[in-house]
């Protein structure tokens, strides 16, 4: 059997679908019975496994070729695309009942089911052009792919809405896994960047659906207090995020003009760092007004933090103590909790166990795969 599997957003710089490919594969099968075959940048390399560079990047025209072309000249008998965005020729072929069995991946429909300022910073007139696309290459791919996974239950939903009911039974929920947590190593001098002052935590883009700006409106009233609490991020360094930091820092000189900024992005940082963080953060705040899955709060969880979020699918069925995880509806709430969690920073929290790895998720994969298989 030889799958060929999408993984040129791989990497933590992609944010979350990112972190899902690293984590898909690393959990890859190195067996006789299964060749897993994975499509790169130029100079990405993925240790252990065959690669096939294609230099066309996602979300734009020249993949729609060059992805498709690279697909048909492996001979695969499984293409897995960790995104919504299929090449528009194989969906077609599959719809017409040819090319290799094909399984995609669905995070999220942010685009589908919210109003354009919360999926996007474009101008109008490039969103609706993206949009459109966007809608074009899903209807396609929703109705081409063999089998759809979906991230969570809430996906699987979303996705039903779309899909007339006959079709509904390819949608298989394989959750999001969590790699094994570890939170006491750090190997990197950016974990002394406060010199031990407490700090809040956010992880991920700054898309406006994220709803970071509360951060800012909760950190206030403990700042004038005269409390010590830094505010770190951990994403992408990029444009957008910035743009973002360089306003709230701007917000905050306004007010605390005769100190030191404290608030921090420090960029990408690998597992074991980023498991730091989690651990001995006064909490990870997680204000997203809406996710596919929402892996954050629960990673946190089960690194031993404590966590501040909105609601989201991770959390779903999540038992821990309350004073642990504080679940919030509104930005009053939000900010109630964060001072909540400051008051209790000293308090120990007990790492979250009753969490899907991501050892588990890649061998549900895996079986999806042989199944497939089995059936051609």
């Given amino acids: 059997m030889v799958v060929v599997l999408d993984a040129r957003m791989a990497g933590p710089e992609q944010r979350?679908?990112?972190r899902y490919i690293d984590e898909l594969i690393a959990q890859m099968p190195r067996?006789?019975?299964i060749t897993v075959r994975v499509i790169v940048r130029p100079g990405q390399t993925v240790v252990g496994m065959p690669t096939i560079p294609v230099a066309a990047r996602w979300y734009t025209l020249k993949e729609q070729w060059a992805v498709l072309r690279a697909m048909v000249e492996q001979r695969a008998d499984i293409v897995h695309i960790p995104h919504i965005n299929v090449p528009i020729g194989l969906s077609l072929l599959r719809i017409m009942g040819k090319g290799p069995t094909l399984v995609v991946t669905v995070h999220d429909l942010l685009l589908v089911g919210n109003p354009r300022e919360q999926a996007t910073?474009?101008?109008?007139m490039l969103w609706y052009l993206k949009?459109?696309?966007?809608r074009l290459v899903l209807w396609l791919a929703l109705r081409g792919a063999d089998v759809l996974?979906?991230?969570s239950q809430r996906t699987a939903q979303e996705i039903q809405t779309l899909l007339p009911r006959p079709l509904h039974k390819k949608i298989v929920v394989i959750p999001e896994g969590i790699a094994a947590a570890g939170g006491s190593s750090c190997t990197n001098d950016s974990c002394d960047l406060q010199k031990g002052r407490p700090y809040v935590l956010t992880v991920g883009s700054c898309y406006p659906h994220k709803r970071l700006d509360w951060v800012l409106s909760a950190m206030i009233p403990l700042w004038r207090e005269e409390k010590e609490l830094d505010w770190i991020h951990v994403g992408p360094s990029e444009r957008l995020s910035e743009e973002f930091f360089l306003n709230m820092r701007s917000e905050e000189q306004?007010?605390?003009s005769k100190r030191p900024s404290a608030i921090h992005p420090v960029g990408v940082l690998p597992n074991?760092?980023?498991h730091h963080r989690y651990a001995h953060a006064v909490a990870l705040v997680y204000p997203s007004s809406t996710e596919g899955y929402g892996l954050p709060p629960v990673e946190a969880l089960a690194c031993g933090g404590r966590v501040v979020s909105c609601a989201v699918p991770s959390l779903e069925g999540v038992i821990v103590p309350p004073d642990q995880l504080h679940v919030v509806y509104s930005k009053e709430e939000f900010i109630q909790a964060v001072g909540t969690c400051w008051q209790h920073r000293h308090l120990p929290c007990a790492a979250l166990t009753a969490t899907p790895s991501s050892r588990e998720s890649g061998q549900r994969t895996v079986n999806l795969y042989r199944s497939l298989y089995s059936s051609l």
């Fill in 272 to 274: 074991d760092e980023l």
């Fill in 131 to 134: 949009y459109w696309s966007y």
């Fill in 121 to 124: 910073t474009l101008p109008a």
């Fill in 254 to 256: 306004q007010l605390f």
């Fill in 149 to 151: 996974i979906a991230v």
């Fill in 16 to 18: 979350g679908i990112g």
């Fill in 31 to 33: 067996s006789d019975d």
